[in-house]
Each structure stands twice: as structure tokens, then as C-alpha cells.
């Protein structure tokens, strides 16, 4: 075996179950496209089908979750515009540079994360809870909140 050869990432070795969907690789374009959700209807998920959210406390694209809100709540990072599918729409996705240097997708003027929470695609766990601060809530293909109370 050549000893120039990069070393891998295995599959699985991340121990948060949505960090390794909610950031893209180096290099990588994150995918945002839509989902049913059952009560919550048809919501944004990343291209492995895991819930996204917007947190209330962004007030604009700039992100205001570091540290260990966004080991929680990881943001959905790309490198360029994320690639768009289902209902979820273009025009309404965007990105903006987080306080780390890295790129964090942003739809409809939201930056937007996953949840550490959710251990599978379809899950909603994060819907309507107030961590650091605020409260998170799924999205829907018009990067509106969906809020069921």
C-alpha cells in the first residue's frame, strides 16, 4: 500500500447521528429538498432526508448559533449553491458565511439546521423547542415556520 494515500473517513464513525447529513464533506454540496411530515405537512429536509429547521433568534442570513447550540442544532453547510429538489425552490435558497469561515445554506432568509435530536430521517423531534434562547421549527417549501400550537 502506498504510503501517500489520504486516510478515510468511515461511514457511520461520526457519533452524533445528524452531523454527518446536516454538513456537507469538503468540498461537498449540501441538498435541500421537501418531505411529508404527516401533522406537519410537506417540510425541508437535507439529501438524506433529515428534518431541517430555522432557529427564531436569526434575525437575518447571518447564523447567531455557535458553539455548543450548533453541536445541537448543526448547520446544513455546502460549498456553493445547495442543489434543490422536490417542492423546495430555488429562488428562496441561498447561503451565508458563518463566524467559523465555513458556508451554511440559508432558504428564505433563514440559515438552516438539523437537530442532533432527530436519529433518523422523518424525525421531528426539534419542531417547536426553545433552546439558546429561542425556538426552533421545521420549514415548509415556502421557508415559512410551520407552528401547529
Avoid at 19 to 44: H, M
Wanted: hydrophobic share 30%; with cysteine.
Amino acid at each position: 500500500m502506498s504510503s501517500s494515500t489520504a486516510p478515510s473517513t468511515a461511514p457511520g464513525q461520526n457519533t452524533s447521528p445528524y452531523a454527518s447529513a446536516s454538513t456537507a464533506p469538503t468540498g461537498g454540496q449540501a441538498v435541500v429538498k421537501t418531505a411529508s411530515a404527516g401533522k406537519l405537512g410537506t417540510i425541508l429536509v437535507d439529501g438524506k432526508g433529515r428534518t431541517l429547521y430555522l432557529f427564531e433568534a436569526d434575525k437575518s442570513t447571518t447564523s447567531t448559533c455557535n458553539g455548543a447550540c450548533a453541536a445541537a442544532w448543526p448547520p446544513l453547510l455546502t460549498s456553493g449553491a445547495p442543489s434543490i429538489g422536490g417542492s423546495a425552490k430555488s429562488s428562496l435558497s441561498g447561503t451565508s458565511k458563518r463566524s467559523d469561515g465555513t458556508t451554511q445554506v440559508t432558504y428564505h432568509g433563514h440559515p438552516v439546521y438539523g437537530y442532533a435530536g432527530d436519529a433518523k430521517p422523518g424525525d421531528t423531534n426539534g419542531q417547536a423547542l426553545k433552546q439558546f434562547g429561542a425556538e426552533w421549527y421545521v420549514l415548509d417549501a415556502a421557508g415559512d415556520k410551520v407552528d401547529m400550537s
